[in-house]
């Protein structure tokens, strides 16, 4: 049974730092591609971050220079390091895992597994 479990989330002041991490089970993250996702409130979820099994990585536009994805194959996990936070950037943030990098880049429809997701909340 694959699960993912996020942590980190919490709130913080606006040009703060989070680091969020993804535990993984019942799969070995060095053959999937791992994302990071968001939904804010009222808002459909998009990908904020991607990183394939050879260290390809992809960011969306808006976190770009402020956020970095990494992964520890050893350790099976997977993290979001959150610079220079606005409050835009709250939402609740999700650990994602597919085999293949077109569906996460696509979009969340036809990912494999999901976490359950941790709050950011960033104060103006």
Request: aromatic content about 10%.
């Amino acid at each position: 049974q694959v699960q993912l479990v996020e942590s980190g989330g919490g709130l913080v002041q606006a040009g703060g730092s989070l680091r969020l991490s993804c535990a993984a089970s019942g799969l070995t993250i060095s053959t999937y591609v791992m994302g990071w996702f968001r939904q804010a409130p009222g808002k459909e979820r998009e990908l904020v971050a991607a990183i394939s099994s050879g260290g390809t990585t992809y960011y969306g536009d808006s976190v770009k220079g402020r956020f970095t994805i990494s992964r520890d194959n050893a350790k099976n996990t997977v993290s979001l390091q959150m610079n220079s936070l606005r409050p835009e950037d709250t939402a609740v943030y999700y650990c994602a895992a597919d085999r293949f990098w077109r569906t996460v880049v696509a979009g969340p429809g036809g990912v494999d597994y999901w976490g359950k997701g941790t709050l950011v909340t960033v104060s103006s």
